[in-house]
Structure formats: structure tokens, C-alpha cells
């Protein structure tokens, strides 16, 4: 009886031992970009013309909920897709990801939106940045993970280099 009971004991403990099931968290976002000058430049549409971004790749800087202070060196982003509306709405397609310090990695796509017609219009050097960004996947305590998140911000358009931008955002993060 003494062996059925260490059995059953055994077997209890093997089957309560699963992974804890993934959990929905808030995260947050504070970055400033800098530009990727060795990404490939990207043809946008116009209405009518084609016009060419020429640096379609960016750094990612400042801190994340969850991961701290990210690796400046390997957060990037790169965009893969952008249109100019006639009402000199800017928009971009973007994919990337976001490295802690210890390597563990989120990958993410987004969609952005840049409204550029102050800065077309009346000469101005900043525009507002507004987005979203869907959290694909990732590597360490992020493998697997899910969730988006709504950023927004200015682009500097006018910096040495090529444009820049800063941002906030919030949203989910599940892992």
C-alpha cells in the first residue's frame, strides 16, 4: 500500500508540474530612433508619382516595460511599405524588434501613420506619428508571445541624417 501511495504521489507531482499557461500584461514604450544608414532606400506612391525614402531603416533607443533599457545596437525596425495620400498623409508599413539587454527579443509589425501637412504646407520640421504595433513573436521569456501596442509621438524631419522620431505607446503583451 506504502508503494501504491509513493506511486500515486509521483505521478501527481509530474502532471501538476506544467508551464504556467500564458498571461496578458500592460507594457509600455519610451524610444527615439536614429537612422539605419546602411538599410535600403524604399519607393513610396504618390498619387502619380513614385518617390523614394532613402534610408527605410531605424534604431530603436529607451526603455520597455519588461525589458528595461533595450539593446540600442540590435532594436531595429526597418519599413517595408509607405504611400503619400494627396492630403500629405504619410503612411508605412514597418516591421522589427525590440532586444533586451540580456538578448531576450520581441518581434513586431506595425502600422503608421505620419501626417506631414504642416510640415509640407506651411515649412514645418515636425509631424505627428501615430500607430500600431502587433507583437509577433519573439525569443527567451517572449517566445510565443502576442499583443499590440498604440504608440504615438513626433517625427523630426528636419535632423542631421534623415528624419527621426520619438514615441510613447501603450497596449498588451502576452506571454
Known amino acids: 500500500m506504502k508503494k501504491i501511495t509513493i506511486l500515486a504521489l509521483a505521478i501527481m507531482l509530474f502532471t501538476a508540474c506544467k508551464k504556467d499557461n500564458k498571461v496578458n ?21 504618390l498619387p502619380g508619382t513614385p518617390f523614394a525614402i532613402a ?8 526603455t520597455v516595460t519588461h525589458l528595461g533599457t ?24 514597418t516591421s522589427g524588434q525590440i532586444v533586451a539587454a540580456n538578448g531576450d527579443k520581441i ?6 501613420v505620419i501626417n506631414l501637412n ?15 504595433w502587433t ?9 510565443g508571445g502576442s499583443g ?6 513626433i517625427v523630426d524631419l528636419a535632423s542631421e541624417g534623415g528624419p527621426i522620431f520619438s514615441i510613447s505607446g501603450e497596449g498588451i503583451i502576452t506571454y
Do not use: E, M, W
Open 70 to 93: 533595450i539593446d540600442a545596437n540590435n532594436s531595429k525596425g526597418q519599413d517595408g511599405f509607405c504611400n503619400l495620400s494627396a492630403a500629405f498623409i504619410l503612411t508605412t508599413k
Open 107 to 112: 518581434t513586431y509589425t506595425g502600422d503608421d
Open 55 to 62: 534610408n527605410s531603416g531605424y534604431f530603436l533607443s529607451g
Open 25 to 45: 500584461r500592460p507594457i509600455k514604450l519610451d524610444f527615439t530612433s536614429s537612422v539605419n544608414h546602411a538599410s535600403p532606400a524604399l519607393t513610396c506612391t
Open 148 to 153: 499590440s501596442i498604440k504608440i504615438s509621438g
Open 118 to 132: 504642416n510640415a509640407i504646407v506651411s515649412g514645418g520640421t515636425t509631424a505627428p506619428i501615430t500607430g500600431l
Open 135 to 143: 507583437i509577433t513573436g519573439g525569443t527567451g521569456k517572449f517566445a
